[in-house]
């Protein structure tokens, strides 16, 4: 079994930044892969970012060029650097791992979650 705890979410400004931190535990390994989701009030649980086994990344078009996805290794963290936030990016971010080791976009594909981080952004 894998845990996965999400920190450093938080309350930021419009236009701030955060960096949210995913630390894995358990039966983690270096072949899984990472992704970020959020999930608004009502909204769908939606994909964010993520990082394959092979250290290729992928976002959504929403976030591409402001937030930036990576990993450290001997630390078992994924991180997720946010920046030049917007109110919309108000949400409870997960972070997930799955055993099949590439980018995807669906929730289905991820074996394990974290309990989530909220992240509120003000205008």
């Known amino acids: 079994q894998v845990q996965l705890v999400e920190s450093g979410g938080g309350l930021v400004q419009a236009g701030g930044s955060l960096r949210l931190s995913c630390a894995a535990s358990?039966?983690?390994?270096?072949?899984?892969?990472t992704g970020w989701f959020r999930q608004a009030p009502g909204k769908e649980r939606e994909f964010v970012a993520g990082?394959?086994?092979?250290?290729?990344?992928v976002y959504a078009d929403s976030v591409t060029g402001r937030f930036t996805i990576s990993r450290d290794n001997a630390k078992n963290t994924v991180y997720l650097e946010m920046n030049s936030l917007k109110p919309e990016a108000t949400a409870v971010y997960y972070c997930?791992?799955?055993?099949?080791?590439?980018?995807?976009?669906?929730?289905?594909?991820?074996?394990?979650w974290g309990q989530g981080a909220q992240v509120t952004v003000s205008s």
């Open positions: 997930a791992q799955s055993r099949a080791g590439g980018n995807y976009y669906y929730t289905r594909a991820y074996d394990y």
């Open positions: 990082i394959s086994s092979g250290g290729s990344t």
């Open positions: 358990g039966r983690t390994s270096s072949v899984y892969s």
